[in-house]
């Protein structure tokens, strides 16, 4: 199925927007155990959840997302936290100017090769990247809606070390229930 077929058909409800912080939560820890400091970006951050999360966690953060309706809400939402439109294939910052990257539910809607170049340029030697690939979306009735290959992930990955790994299964029941397998990697530049 096309990215912009799969946007479409599980569109209805937004359902991403009803997540809870839980990855944020366990990003923020890890952070704080490697004792980081600097700027945390969240690409596509869309309604601006984690941003906010980061930000009352006391951590430097913003949001990127290529949708300006998007960020727009974001900052009504959020009008504290720090917001910008900008597309993550061709991010606006400097060479090694960020320090760690959180990226959830985002990457099967991009060019994952030149989002990733993208991010590798920016981050400053050592950041780090949190990073939620979807290895399959299946449907309420066990179409495949989605699938890439775990192998691709680390080949695309492969100019970072991986910190952590884990594979799970997140079922969404908005608008229909659907499962998605997801592969949760903690990289470093
Ligand atoms: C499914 S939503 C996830 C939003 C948020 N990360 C969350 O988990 O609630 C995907 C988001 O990615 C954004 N997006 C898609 N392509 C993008 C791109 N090329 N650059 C930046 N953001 C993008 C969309 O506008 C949308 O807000």
């Known amino acids: 199925m096309q990215e912009q077929q799969l946007f479409d058909k599980y569109l209805e409800g937004r359902h991403w927007e009803q997540h809870p912080t839980t990855y944020a939560e366990s990003y923020a820890q890890f952070l704080k155990e490697q004792s980081f400091f600097g ?7 869309g309604s601006g959840r984690d941003v906010a999360f980061f930000h009352q966690a006391g951590q430097d953060s913003m949001g990127i997302d290529y949708s300006l309706p998007e960020i727009s809400k974001a900052k009504t939402a959020h009008p504290s936290c720090n917001f910008l439109v900008a597309n993550c294939e061709e991010i606006p910052f400097r060479d090694r100017s960020v320090g760690a990257y959180f990226m959830i539910n985002v990457i099967h809607y991009v060019n994952p090769r030149r989002a990733l170049d993208e991010l590798h340029r920016t981050l400053q030697d050592d950041g780090y990247l949190f990073l939620h690939c979807n290895l399959d979306i299946t449907d309420k009735d066990g179409n495949n809606d989605y699938h890439r290959e775990e192998e691709g992930v680390y080949s695309l990955t492969s100019n970072f070390r991986i910190l952590k790994k884990r594979k799970f299964q997140r079922v969404d029941t908005t608008p229909t229930v659907h ?5 949760e990697l903690i990289l470093q530049k």
Not at 39 to 45: E, H, N, Q, W
Not at 179 to 183: F, V
């Open 39 to 45: 700027l945390l970006v969240d690409i596509g951050c």
């Open 179 to 183: 499962t998605h397998t997801i592969l």
